[in-house]
Each structure stands twice: as C-alpha cells, then as structure tokens.
C-alpha cells in the first residue's frame, strides 16, 4: 500500500501579510498545516515543505521582465519560513526557483540541499497520495496538484489551509475548480486528520 505524505507549499514571510508579495490573509494557513504536520510526523508519514529561492536577478520578477515583484529572495528573511509555522524534526526542505532561469511554481520544480528531486523523494518512501495546503491557491498550490496528478498521485487538498493571491477575484475558485475537475479531492484539514486517524492501525494492548 502507497504511504501518504504531506506538503507544505510556500509558507514563507513574502506571501503572508507584510512580505513583498503579500497573500491577503495568508497567515490563516499557518494553524491548520500545524496541525497536520504534527499529525503526519506522529503517524511516521513524511512532511516536506517547499520555498520559493530566487536569485536577486531573475526573469521571475518584473526587475527583469516577469509578472511577479522581488520576493523571497534566497537567504533573505523574506524567504524564511513564517515564524509562527512549526515544522516537525525531519522535515524534508526543498527550494525552488533557484536559478535566473526558473519561475518555480511547482514543488515538482524543487530540490533538496543535495540535489534531490521530489518525485525521487517520493518514490524512496514509497508515498503515493500527497495532502497538500500553503500559499498561493492559484499559483505554486494549483501547478504543485496539476503536476502531482499528472504523474498518477493521488491528491488531497486542505482548503481550509491555502490562500491565494487573486489577481483577478474569482482566481482561487477556478484554481480548486481545475484541481477538482483532475481529479484531486478537496477536503479541510479537520476531515483529512480525522480520515489520516482512522486508517492508522490500532495501538495493541499489552
């Protein structure tokens, strides 16, 4: 049987409010993916947390020609993780975005600090079905679902544990419409933990 694994996309001071590209009320998704790393850390399950991890100069930004204003740049504190987020011991980190030449929107675009690709984590431990929450619902949330599916994962998303950016107002609604309509199922985190409950193997009595 596939194990499943959490991922945590993007929590990162620059997408919460009062980081250069502010997600509104973003900070709203920091409480429930707590709760469900330390629901998945205690069940054994792996955790993994993405971060945008631009250079200074890149075609990412609108400096040099892209959509986006100067965000998370790497070793900066806007690219640390919100402070309140508490990942568990042995989360596994990956960086995206990390050249001039890479948007990085998808944490299937992300490597460790040695160089490891996801799917390459995610085959090693076996996982098989992805929960997914963080920032931004129509942005590096959706691409990271999109590119999950379309490798044969399954996906559950925690809607009540992303936010998104919203250029136009109806953005995040048609991002959860696209990961819906491929097939990803769309749960808060209060049923995705009560559902992560159930499948665990009872604790046998001495």
Not at 72 to 83: K, L, M, R, T, Y
Not at 122 to 135: A, E, R, S, T, Y
Not at 163 to 173: E, F, I, K, T
Request: glycine share 10%.
């Amino acid at each position: 049987m596939k194990r499943l694994a959490l991922i945590l996309v993007d929590v990162q001071n620059d997408f919460c409010p009062g980081g250069a590209l502010a997600v509104p009320d973003g900070d709203r998704v920091v409480a429930p993916l707590n709760r469900a790393a330390a629901a998945f850390a205690a069940a054994g399950l792996p955790v993994l947390a993405t971060r945008d991890w631009h250079p200074p100069a890149t075609g990412h930004f609108q400096t040099h020609g892209g959509l986006w204003p100067v965000h998370c740049i790497q070793n900066s504190p806007g690219a640390d993780f919100h402070p309140d987020l508490r990942l568990p011991a042995g989360s596994l980190l990956l960086y995206k975005g990390i050249t001039k030449h890479l948007d990085g929107y998808s944490a299937f675009d992300g490597v460790t600090d040695a160089g490891v690709r996801l799917t390459d984590l995610l085959d090693g431990q076996g996982v098989g079905h992805l929960f997914i929450g963080g920032l931004a619902t129509d942005y590096c949330v959706r691409s990271t679902v999109l590119d999950a599916r379309r490798r044969g994962l399954k996906v559950t998303v925690l809607i009540d544990a992303v936010a998104g950016v919203n250029l136009q107002p109806d953005d995040s609604d048609k991002a959860l419409a696209d990961m819906r309509q491929i097939g990803a199922r769309l749960l808060t985190t209060e049923a995705a933990l009560a559902e992560l409950a159930e499948s665990r193997p009872p604790i046998a009595k001495a």
